[in-house]
């Protein structure tokens, strides 16, 4: 199994290289960078550096993930036309990841080991005063998502969920809005520096590959839950 990942929701840019023989452990080579403004110029041209890195040409690739928001609606566009692109041109399946469920991951796989926590808090700033959340329950190694992926106003966090605090770790960029919510520091840690990586996003996009949850390159779309929360309104 070869799953080629890329994320480019937030002002990092990532791409990355899971490799899985058999029965042996899977091997995730990857590249970050920090790219404000900079993914158009980065994206793909670190694409092209990791398979020539891993020495994996393209048609040797099985499906492409991406992470699919929410997010930056123009990081997010750039991810969904390289991936595109590639999977259109090689004819591969794709596979897409939550950017909220990859931040969580992110985190497990580079700060979380052996910390004790029932739950995770993803959150991403999404500006005008609102932030994106999820909250996830490690069951094992796994994360399950409690609910459903939200965009609300900060004094909204966790809003209908019963869930003591002191057992929640926080992660992400909806920590700098600490100063209009004074709940912050009632939770158990917070992270506020963790970002989405493709690492993650291939780690979480193998369980889907064996699983069957593989799509052809028409049906990636991107969710950007600010339209679906305008939709609702509209409807309502």
């Known amino acids: 199994m070869k799953i080629l990942a890329l994320d480019s ?12 023989q058999s029965n042996a452990e899977a091997v995730i080579q990857h590249h970050f960078e920090l790219a404000a403004r900079q993914h158009t110029q980065r994206l793909l041209p670190m694409v092209d550096q990791l398979l020539v890195d891993c020495g994996v040409s393209l048609s040797q690739i099985d499906a492409i993930a991406f992470g ?3 997010g930056s609606f123009t990081g997010l566009r750039i991810c969904l036309g390289a991936v595109q692109g590639l999977a259109y041109g090689a004819d591969i399946p794709v596979i897409a990841i939550s950017t909220l469920a990859a931040q969580a991951q992110a985190w497990l796989m580079t700060e979380g080991q052996g910390v004790k926590s029932d739950f995770l808090l993803s959150t991403l700033d999404a500006r005008m005063s609102e932030v994106y959340w999820a909250l996830y329950q490690l069951e094992g190694h796994q994360l399950v998502c409690v609910g459903d992926e939200r965009l609300t106003a900060p004094e909204q966090l966790l809003a209908g969920h019963h869930v003591d605090r002191q057992n929640i770790i926080g992660l992400g960029s909806g920590y700098q809005y600490a100063v209009q919510v004074n709940q912050f520091e009632h939770y158990q840690q917070w992270h506020a520096d963790i970002l989405p990586t493709a690492s993650a996003v291939a780690e979480l996009a193998q369980y889907d590959f064996e699983r069957g949850l593989l ?4 049906q990636a779309l991107p969710v950007y839950l600010r339209d679906e929360v305008a939709w609702q309104k509209q409807s309502v």
């Open 9 to 20: 929701s937030t002002h990092a840019c990532s791409v990355a290289l899971l490799d899985k």
């Open 215 to 218: 799509y052809p390159a028409e």
């Open 68 to 70: 699919r928001g929410p």
